[in-house]
């Protein structure tokens, strides 16, 4: 994880919902964690039955030479008293994968708060000099299952004993990944055929790069990145840091002080606000992205939408037309290139024809 844009999307993955505006304790949307990516101990999920998942897997899809290697990098938050980073690194030769799976237990200790997991990495052949990698990661720490008491309360006490926003970062050399959202016709099929339960394996890095795969908790497209624009985590990438920033800044006096005595990186996080210049806020609105007709883009849906924005996630698409509705709010209205029936779209029959904000597009070049 040396590619510094790798390294900052990671950590922004790590902290996600870690804290939410206004930032203090005592808010109700700060006195329960419900961070994605929560895998929480065996015998605690599957008493809840309510599908708190206490395994992630991922499924990807590798070109390789005779002596590839994959390394993974799985990661995590422990919440003890403070949060501490936890990761778990493993190397192997792809060719001794196919020969046998591999199991590595892990263990990790503080403030009285022990946690066990298995990662389990497999690789089979499927097709010419492709392999599909299995990554799975389990969670094993010995739990005692509360008796009694409200859900959210027993929820709260399994979070010690759980692997928080868990993600894993899976590396090549001799070989390169195939896009799952968009691989090549041949290998459509079998990348179809790819699993996953609780992440979204896509590639990161520089565009056009192959030997980085982000498994994530949350939909990404290809290559996705922090905007460049972000002076600083706001623990909610569904929100806007402009708008993040506006709200902090009309934080009362007494609500600025509640932040600062409390968690320390709600503390930095209000520093770092209050410390921007007028031209660093200006900044926040972001780039400004021009579309025309017959441009193509790739579709890249804000976090949390419908199915919808699931399955077209990562697809490319041209634009066909700019709206704007009663409102005033702008939309790209686009046709999906590898849809049978875009010919309809592109003469305005529903169905064919797709809607987004300007940000959620990337242009292709």
Same mark, same amino acid.
């Given at each position: 994880?040396?590619?510094?844009? @790798?390294?900052?999307?990671?950590?922004?993955?790590?902290?996600? =919902?870690?804290? &939410?505006?206004?930032?203090?304790?005592?808010?109700?949307?700060?006195?329960?964690?419900?961070?994605?990516?929560? $895998?929480?101990?065996?015998?605690?999920?599957?008493?809840?039955?309510?599908?708190?998942?206490?395994?992630?897997?991922?499924?990807?899809?590798?070109?390789?030479?005779?002596?590839? #290697? *994959?390394?993974?990098?799985?990661?995590?938050?422990?919440?003890?008293?403070?949060?501490?980073?936890?990761?778990?690194?493993?190397?192997?030769?792809?060719?001794?994968?196919?020969?046998?799976?591999?199991?590595?237990?892990?263990?990790?200790?503080?403030?009285?708060?022990?946690?066990?997991?298995?990662?389990? @990495?497999?690789?089979?052949?499927?097709?010419?000099?492709?392999?599909?990698?299995?990554?799975?990661?389990?969670?094993?720490?010995?739990?005692t299952v509360q008796a009694a008491g409200p859900a959210a309360s027993r929820r709260d006490g399994a979070l010690r004993s759980a692997f928080v926003s868990a993600h894993a970062v899976l590396g090549v050399r001799d070989g390169e990944f195939v896009s799952l959202l968009d691989p090549p016709a041949?290998?459509? /099929? !079998?990348?179809?055929?790819? *699993?996953?339960?609780?992440?979204?394996?896509?590639?990161?890095?520089?565009?056009?790069?192959?030997?980085?795969?982000?498994?994530?908790? @949350? @939909?990404? /497209?290809?290559? +996705?990145?922090?905007?460049? #624009?972000?002076?600083?985590?706001?623990?909610?990438?569904?929100? *806007?840091?402009?708008? &993040?920033?506006?709200?902090?800044?009309? &934080?009362?006096?007494? #609500?600025?002080?509640?932040?600062?005595? =409390?968690?320390?990186?709600?503390? /930095?996080?209000?520093?770092?606000?209050?410390?921007?210049?007028?031209?660093?806020?200006?900044? $926040?609105? =972001?780039?400004?992205?021009?579309?025309?007709?017959?441009?193509? !883009?790739? *579709?890249?849906?804000? +976090?949390?939408?419908?199915?919808?924005? $699931?399955?077209?996630?990562?697809?490319?698409?041209? !634009?066909?037309? &700019?709206?704007?509705?009663?409102?005033?709010?702008?939309?790209?209205?686009?046709?999906?290139?590898?849809?049978?029936?875009?010919?309809?779209?592109?003469?305005g029959w529903p169905g064919h024809r797709f809607f987004f904000r300007p940000d959620e597009l990337e242009p292709l070049t």
């Amino acid at each position: 994880m040396s590619h510094d844009g @790798i390294a900052a999307l990671a950590q922004a993955l790590l902290y996600e =919902g870690y804290l &939410l505006y206004p930032y203090r304790a005592s808010s109700v949307k700060n006195s329960h964690r419900w961070m994605l990516g929560t $895998l929480y101990p065996r015998a605690f999920a599957e008493d809840q039955r309510e599908n708190d998942p206490w395994f992630m897997q991922a499924q990807c899809l590798v070109h390789r030479e005779s002596d590839a #290697e *994959i390394d993974a990098h799985v990661r995590f938050l422990h919440l003890t008293e403070q949060p501490r980073e936890r990761q778990v690194h493993l190397a192997y030769r792809l060719s001794r994968l196919c020969e046998a799976p591999q199991s590595v237990p892990f263990a990790f200790e503080a403030d009285n708060a022990q946690l066990h997991g298995v990662v389990d @990495i497999a690789a089979a052949p499927a097709g010419d000099r492709v392999v599909k990698v299995t990554l799975c990661v389990r969670n094993v720490t010995p739990f005692t299952v509360q008796a009694a008491g409200p859900a959210a309360s027993r929820r709260d006490g399994a979070l010690r004993s759980a692997f928080v926003s868990a993600h894993a970062v899976l590396g090549v050399r001799d070989g390169e990944f195939v896009s799952l959202l968009d691989p090549p016709a041949s290998l459509r /099929e !079998v990348a179809d055929s790819c *699993i996953h339960v609780g992440v979204w394996p896509v590639l990161v890095g520089s565009p056009g790069t192959r030997d980085t795969m982000l498994a994530a908790p @949350i @939909i990404l /497209e290809d290559y +996705p990145r922090v905007a460049p #624009e972000s002076s600083g985590d706001f623990f909610d990438a569904t929100e *806007i840091d402009e708008l &993040l920033t506006s709200r902090v800044l009309t &934080l009362t006096d007494e #609500e600025k002080a509640a932040v600062r005595s =409390g968690d320390p990186r709600a503390r /930095e996080l209000l520093e770092r606000t209050e410390a921007l210049s007028e031209g660093e806020r200006r900044g $926040l609105y =972001g780039a400004q992205r021009t579309f025309r007709p017959g441009m193509r !883009v790739r *579709i890249a849906p804000y +976090p949390g939408g419908d199915v919808l924005d $699931l399955a077209l996630a990562g697809r490319v698409a041209t !634009v066909v037309s &700019l709206e704007e509705d009663v409102d005033g709010r702008h939309f790209v209205a686009v046709t999906v290139d590898d849809d049978p029936g875009r010919d309809l779209g592109t003469a305005g029959w529903p169905g064919h024809r797709f809607f987004f904000r300007p940000d959620e597009l990337e242009p292709l070049t």
